[in-house]
């Protein structure tokens, strides 16, 4: 009878657990175990990430957390004498439990927290319905109870927990560790106890690491968490103790008498059949006036912004048919909501003197955005396409990333939080891992090793490259890993350590805004001791994952720079500015910019694109455009052929002239991802569906589906006349690595 691991940690414990989630289902495939069980600290952070990993695995995903259950009530919060909280394993079983979890570790964060996120009795017995419980380790209060280290009896606390649970919810749980006197007596009294009140008992190991030789890789973990050195003796410690993941032999070893206690875990996996339901979208309710639907209020606020934006205009058939076409479109897809959201509150801040960004990605592709202020981008002027940013073939939330002035970017939080709720809305967490460099330097502090030497060390590793890269590709940190014993026990550590999350900390843009009560979905959290500022548990994969709305809302100081700079020249000249109606061609401005003279303007102030400014020689608009494009890892290397191309000192050739329509505005070089569309639809009848498609297998590098789209690409060239050899070397030439990471 294969063994079911119901007590697991990650590394999302931000604390002891060292396996990051994917080794953990990993190492459980490779032990045959038919289901797993995480069960972190106190929080549900990697819970949906472990979801889908198992999953896809082939392995029943337990999703479940080690609670800590005050001594009294978790608004105690008076200090006493070894006072810590007791824990309590719970395991959800069905979406109810799910829920219950949710609501238990965001009250145990949210009201419990002191020094840890707590619950008490009162809590669980409101949410025990789908869950169930076990006793947890010598930290459990059935175990402080059997050891007399509180003032209650092992049978007292039995009773209270099986009378919130019940008692088929509720087993009591042993542990193999038959070096600790403590766990040996808790053992015997353990199956006492099952057989006096009828319960079950069940099997546990606490996993911390996989395997038994990552023991002093996890030791050197704790010692970096703790601020400690693995040669302090009164750290916190695992030494001695086994908390690897254990086959089914291994636990079957240590309980020879009780098999029993085994086959009760695969009772356990049996009944947790928890399915989350991933990928549904759940926009929040925007309340449309006078009973319309929200597909009609948004087409009336695009009529309504057509003679704003295009005076004159308003018939003009490029417009109107561009207009029907994307509300066709929005309307497919069922995203008029998301864009009233959207469109609600960047004109609440436009209209209470909050500067906003004018927009940036694909969103500038909708002339819906335009037209309802969100974006100040006119798409059509700029050829920018619709199915880059909401793909009919391929539907996805759409994604709009706003800037607003960094000093009253809170002020738009809380008007999104009172018109959907406080309970409705919530700063996204992020996690921090170790790079190569800062795994170096802790581990080697870790170890005791000298500052000086564990620098030394790190700076052989060049920034943003991975330890093992380094190792492979430089010859003198591949050499001391040969030569040096100290170097190759501290490089052999980081490269363990290397992923592993650090910190939790708030994502600098990222918002949650939800259908329904956040703590349906998500546990919260406050962002740290002293801050008060409430943030999801779930990360922005997992919040996409969901089906929840996730906006960026990012706070831009040079917007504010904008704003005050305004407002000193209305008092200064009793000139009033409109940064909506600046003009584009302004001498005096380009003169600035041909000068190299950038420095405070957003993406131009850096030395090397000062440089690039002097020798390109700005004329228009469309120039600092391409330029902000290229400038990024991979497209930086065609500005020269840019430049020399804009000053006819490099003749523009193309591989085949059907290339002019798309290139010809940026001199044959293909800057935009919207050039690779059209190339796509020009070349090869591609629709711009399809040829998004492309775009994303050319940005995210897939191998497989850039493989299969580029064949698609010759194929179709050739069904319009074009030879294989030209349409190899068009793709080749102009697609898979600059154009994909430039965004107009």
Request: charged share 25%; glycine share 6%; proline share 5%.
């Amino acid at each position: 009878m294969p063994f079911v691991h119901l007590h697991v940690h990650s590394h999302y414990s931000l604390l002891d657990g060292l396996p990051k989630i994917d080794e953990l289902v990993a190492r459980a495939v490779e032990l045959g175990s038919p289901a797993v069980a995480l069960t972190d600290h106190g929080v549900l952070y990697g819970a949906v990430e472990f979801y889908q990993k198992a999953t896809k695995a082939g392995i029943k995903p337990i999703i479940g957390v080690e609670t800590y259950v005050a001594r009294r009530t978790m608004q105690d919060k008076e200090p006493r004498i070894d006072e810590r909280p007791f824990h309590l394993v719970l395991l959800a079983t069905n979406l109810t439990g799910y829920r219950n979890l949710i609501a238990l570790v965001t009250a145990a964060h949210l009201d419990g927290f002191y020094y840890r996120p707590r619950v008490d009795h009162d809590l669980l017995a409101k949410h025990s319905e789908g869950i169930i419980a076990l006793s947890a380790c010598l930290q459990g209060e059935v175990a402080n109870a059997i050891l007399g280290k509180i003032n209650a009896t092992p049978d007292e606390v039995v009773e209270r927990y099986v009378k919130t649970f019940g008692k088929e919810n509720y087993f009591l749980e042993v542990q193999s560790h038959p070096d600790i006197p403590d766990q040996v007596t808790v053992n015997a009294e353990v199956f006492k106890l099952a057989a006096k009140h009828g319960l079950k008992v069940v099997a546990t190991n606490d996993v911390h690491y996989l395997r038994k030789d990552d023991a002093e890789i996890q030791d050197v973990l704790l010692a970096i968490q703790t601020k400690t050195t693995v040669d302090d003796p009164k750290r916190m410690s695992y030494k001695g103790i086994d908390v690897s993941m254990r086959s089914e032999a291994e636990m079957a070893e240590g309980f020879p008498d009780h098999p029993e206690i085994l086959t009760n875990t695969l009772d356990i996996a049996e009944r947790c059949n928890l399915t989350l339901e991933l990928g549904k979208i759940q926009l929040p309710r925007f309340d449309v006036p006078d009973g319309k639907s929200a597909e009609a209020y948004l087409r009336e606020l695009c009529e309504t912004g057509l003679p704003k934006r295009y005076p004159g205009r308003e018939n003009d058939q490029v417009v109107v048919d561009r207009l029907n076409y994307e509300l066709s479109i929005i309307e497919k897809t069922g995203f008029a909501g998301y864009f009233l959201i959207v469109q609600d509150f960047v004109n609440w801040a436009k209209n209470n003197g909050v500067v906003v960004g004018p927009g940036r990605g694909s969103a500038a592709g909708s002339i819906v955005s335009y037209l309802t202020n969100i974006t100040n981008v006119d798409p059509i002027a700029y050829d920018l396409l619709f199915e880059r940013f909401l793909n009919p073939e391929r539907i996805s939330m759409p994604d709009i990333d706003l800037d607003f002035a960094d000093v009253r970017r809170d002020d738009v939080l809380q008007y999104v939080a009172g018109k959907y709720g406080h309970d409705h809305v919530a700063q996204i967490i992020t996690f921090g891992t170790m790079a190569a460099r800062a795994a170096i330097r802790d581990v080697g502090r870790a170890l005791g090793y000298p500052y000086s030497y564990c620098d030394r060390v790190a700076k052989l590793i060049p920034m943003f490259t991975t330890l093992q890269e380094a190792l492979d590709t430089i010859p003198e940190l591949k050499e001391i890993a040969t030569q040096d014993e100290d170097a190759k026990r501290l490089l052999h550590t980081a490269l363990r350590m290397e992923g592993v999350a650090r910190h939790a900390s708030v994502h600098a843009c990222g918002v949650v805004i939800t259908k329904d009560p956040l703590i349906m979905n998500v546990p919260v959290q406050h962002a740290g001791p002293d801050d008060d500022t409430i943030i999801s548990q779930y990360s922005l994969h997992p919040i996409e994952d969901l089906g929840l709305l996730k906006m960026d809302f990012l706070g831009l100081r040079n917007l504010t720079v904008l704003e005050q700079t305004i407002e000193i020249v209305r008092k200064a000249r009793g000139k009033v500015y409109d940064l909506d109606h600046l003009p584009l061609n302004d001498k005096k401005t380009f003169a600035l910019l041909q000068a190299g003279h950038t420095t405070g303007v957003f993406q131009f102030e850096s030395g090397g694109m000062r440089r690039y400014m002097k020798e390109l020689k700005p004329t228009e608009l469309e120039d600092l455009i391409a330029m902000g494009a290229l400038y990024r890892p991979g497209p930086i290397e065609f500005i020269p052929d840019f430049i020399a191309r804009k000053h006819g000192e490099q003749k523009v050739v193309y591989i085949h002239p059907k290339l002019e329509k798309s290139l010809a505005k940026t001199y044959g070089v293909a800057v935009y991802q919207e050039q690779i569309m059209e190339l796509a639809r020009d070349l090869a009848g591609f629709t711009l569906g399809e040829a998004d498609v492309l775009r994303k297998a050319m940005g995210k590098k897939i191998a497989k589906l850039l493989k299969e789209q580029r064949e698609k690409f010759i194929i179709g060239c050739v069904k319009n006349g074009i030879e294989k050899k030209t349409a190899e070397k068009i793709f080749d030439s102009h697609g898979t690595y600059h154009a994909a990471q430039a965004h107009g």
